[in-house]
């Protein structure tokens, strides 16, 4: 076989290795967008980085309400087919003060969605700054777990456990963490995940 065959088969094992590896769908907020910090220091790439036999992506958006995901989603899953869907919504509807039951029906059905195409799904949870009132915002941290138990997926309780309550560990906005905090939340979603890679 020629030099030139030799590569060429290389090349082409190497793409459909990488076109067979199994799809891990993050899709959430600034909170997963890296937002104020570099891109490759986000959670998600470090995820990436423990998880070289998957293809991680990141289609997380800035903003994102639970509405805008649902709309966006099924373009998502029907482009990537993930074999596990990290949702990371619902933190902007709580900070808009937005009504709670639409959130808890736009999670809901962002989970069946995932689920139908095939895949299992992990939901973030996600708490509020005690200035929402403890009404409100004891609500909010409670649609996670209504959530998870109803559409029984797994559930990371916080995704900013073990930081939330330490304002060095955030960007000026009070609201995002900054890059060295990174590994933390990454540690905390990989917790309820590596179950998630052991399941057939």
Do not use: C
Request: net charge positive; aromatic share 6%; charged share 20%.
């Amino acid at each position: 076989m020629s030099m030139r065959m030799k590569v060429f088969s290389l090349l082409f094992l190497a793409s459909g290795a990488a076109a067979a590896a199994p799809t891990i769908l993050v899709f959430g907020d600034s909170l997963s967008a890296a937002y104020g910090i570099p891109r490759e220091s986000g959670w998600v790439n470090l995820l990436q980085k423990r998880l070289p036999g998957y293809q991680v992506v990141n289609a997380s958006v800035s903003g994102e309400t639970t509405a805008g995901g649902l709309t966006r989603l099924p373009g998502v899953l029907a482009a990537h087919r993930p074999r596990i869907t990290i949702l990371e919504l619902g933190a902007n509807d709580g900070l808009r003060g937005l009504p709670l039951a639409a959130a808890t029906h736009n999670l809901e059905t962002m989970v069946d969605l995932a689920k139908r195409q095939g895949g299992k799904v992990l939901l973030v949870g996600m708490r509020l700054p005690t200035n929402y009132g403890p009404a409100y915002a004891g609500k909010f941290q409670a649609l996670f777990g209504e959530v998870a138990r109803a559409r029984k997926v797994r559930l990371v309780p916080f995704l900013l456990s073990g930081m939330a309550e330490q304002r060095e560990h955030f960007q000026a906005d009070g609201l995002h963490p900054d890059a060295e905090t990174q590994p933390q939340l990454m540690e905390n979603v990989w917790h309820e995940l590596k179950p998630l890679l052991k399941e057939k």
